[in-house]
């Protein structure tokens, strides 16, 4: 038998989705809508303004890449026990069992898409002395202020057993979200002096390719317990392992864009004794 079987407390299957929820309200749903699609707006106009100063296009790429995720929804919804309940709006795609509703392509794009942008212009601003950690926190707050709202209103739901919850949203959740932007945005940093030219199209890619290596890098314990149904000491011990990779990946950015090394130099500098 396998170890998840041993400490499962029921057949070791995923467990089935809320079929028949609804949305809470088609005005809710909405005003949800058109506030994602200002949001979006005001990313894109962001993503000019810094591209037009930085005369380069890659924050514009970046907010293109981040709408290209909207492909890994689905997948990911399917790992992650998330389910949309039937609503008004078009489905923007259907597949792996989720009808994933128009809206998330805005919310999909500014979340990922202005978070990366964002995250490459402050490195490419600060370089070394960007506050990795302080850029992962206001990441993972992004996450906070928007999904816990769109739960209470009945707008998607997490089913599934995913441990500890704030206002039904799963707490480890925001902490893999954050590490996604955190992956992508250190990606473009560190690659922006091959985007030149025509290159600077392959944006659109890094960007997807970033969220999702720490999509599953971070969610796969998470995602294993989740298709298996375990008891719950097993879901907190596994929801602890993916925050710690999410911190994992976070550190591997602070190495990779030199941020490591350059708070290493201010404590060794900080050491040494003043010469008189």
């Given at each position: 038998?396998?170890?998840?079987?041993?400490?499962?407390?029921?057949?070791p299957i995923a467990p089935e989705p809320p079929w028949d929820l609804r949305v809470g309200g088609e005005l809710s749903e909405?005003?949800?809508?058109?506030?994602?699609?200002?949001?979006?707006?005001?990313?894109?106009?962001?993503a000019a303004v810094a591209?037009?100063?930085?005369?380069?296009?890659?924050?514009?790429?970046?907010?293109?890449?981040?709408?290209?995720?909207?492909?890994?929804?689905?997948?990911?919804?399917?790992?992650?026990?998330?389910?949309w309940p039937i609503h008004h709006q078009p489905d923007i795609l259907s597949a792996w069992g989720r009808d994933v509703p128009l809206?998330?392509?805005?919310?999909?794009?500014?979340?990922?898409?202005?978070?990366?942008?964002?995250?490459?212009?402050?490195?490419?601003?600060?370089g070394p002395a960007s506050k990795i950690w302080t850029l992962y926190a206001i990441?993972?707050?992004?996450?906070?202020?928007?999904?816990?709202?769109?739960?209470q209103l009945g707008l998607w739901h997490y089913y599934g057993d995913h441990g500890l919850r704030m206002f039904g949203y799963p707490v480890w959740w925001p902490f893999v979200g954050g590490a996604c932007c955190m992956a992508a945005g250190t990606l473009v940093y560190v690659l922006a002096p091959y985007l030149t030219?025509?290159?600077?199209?392959?944006?659109?890619?890094?960007?997807?390719?970033?969220v999702s290596a720490a999509y599953w890098g971070a969610g796969w314990p998470m995602f294993t317990v989740l298709n298996t149904e375990p008891g719950r000491p097993v879901v907190l011990l596994a929801s602890a392992f993916s925050v710690g990779l999410c911190f994992l990946i976070v550190w591997m950015c602070t190495i990779a864009t030199g941020h490591y090394d350059y708070r290493a130099e201010q404590r060794?500098?900080?050491?040494?004794?003043v010469a008189a």
């Open positions: 038998m396998l170890l998840l079987d041993l400490l499962s407390v029921n057949p909405y005003l949800f809508f058109a506030a994602n699609v200002l949001v979006f707006v005001g990313s894109v106009v962001y591209g037009r100063r930085g005369k380069t296009l890659i924050p514009l790429m970046c907010m293109a890449g981040g709408t290209l995720t909207i492909f890994l929804e689905p997948l990911i919804d399917s790992h992650l026990q998330v389910w809206m998330i392509l805005f919310v999909v794009g500014w979340y990922f898409g202005l978070n990366a942008a964002m995250r490459y212009r402050w490195m490419q601003k600060n990441e993972v707050g992004s996450a906070l202020a928007l999904e816990p709202p769109a739960i030219g025509w290159r600077v199209l392959n944006v659109v890619l890094i960007v997807p390719i970033g060794r500098a900080a050491k040494e004794p």
